[in-house]
């Protein structure tokens, strides 16, 4: 299996544009997690789906993020309109269930965002 | 939200066993511990987990005390690309079996 996909990997837009972020998960995986990372308030957990549906968006820090998984192959995060603070790296991750015997997540390389 | 406490960095001779210190004195007793490492530009990695018994694998042990409130992640022989930042995660039932990853330990091994 190629591993969580994700893309651009790097992204680089002015204040104001919008952002998509996209992912694509393990095949067979139940689980879609979507991270954010920055120096100074480490990994972040944004939301999660399970089924393709959204179960807990209480780490979407504003209305501009939004994010979708309209299939079982591909999620995607938004950010409308984009400010500078939204800069981080991004991280999809996907698992085939949750708890100890199959909630290992395996994590994509992750999108680079600047915003100018 | 992260339930644990970690040195912010440790260094290690090349060769030697990395030994990862990790507190979690308020862990529940259906949460398990969980280790995962970062390499510099990369997502994270999981390495290894367990509940209360040691736990070895290809990668590292995990010896875990018995009241549960601390464990140590073991490198038996450390190499350069296992320079990182490395997570211990609790996570069960009372978290939503999700993962909130704290700061990390960040581990330079030095040749």
């Known amino acids: 299996d190629a591993g969580v996909i994700q893309s651009p990997r790097h992204e680089v837009t002015e204040m104001g544009q919008e952002v998509t972020l996209r992912c694509k998960p393990i095949?067979?995986?139940?689980?879609l997690f979507w991270y954010r990372q920055t120096m100074m308030r480490g990994l972040e957990l944004l939301i999660y789906?399970?089924?393709?549906?959204?179960?807990?968006d209480s780490g979407m820090p504003e209305d501009r993020f939004s994010a979708k998984m309209p299939n079982a192959s591909f999620s995607n995060l938004k950010i409308q309109p984009s400010e500078p603070r939204d800069s981080a790296v991004y991280f999809c991750?996907?698992?085939?269930?949750?708890?100890?015997?199959?909630?290992?997540?395996?994590f994509g390389e992750g999108s680079r965002l600047t915003v100018l | 939200d992260a339930k644990t406490t970690q040195p912010p960095s440790m260094d290690c001779a090349e060769g030697r066993a990395a030994n990862l210190p990790c507190n979690h004195s308020t862990i529940s007793g259906n949460e398990y511990v969980y280790w995962y490492r970062q390499i510099h530009s990369q997502g994270p990695q999981y390495i290894i987990h367990g509940l209360k018994n040691n736990e070895t694998n290809e990668m590292a042990s995990l010896i875990i005390t018995e009241d549960r409130k601390s464990s140590t992640l073991i490198l038996p022989h450390a190499t350069l690309r296992d320079t990182a930042v490395y997570y211990c995660?609790?996570?069960?039932?009372?978290?939503?079996?999700?993962?909130?990853f704290g700061t990390g330990t960040s581990l330079t091994v030095i040749p």
């Open positions: 995660i609790v996570s069960g039932p009372n978290t939503g079996n999700q993962f909130y």
């Open positions: 095949s067979g995986h139940d689980y």
């Open positions: 991750a996907s698992s085939p269930g949750q708890g100890p015997n199959t909630g290992e997540l395996f």
């Open positions: 789906f399970n089924n393709n549906v959204p179960i807990d």
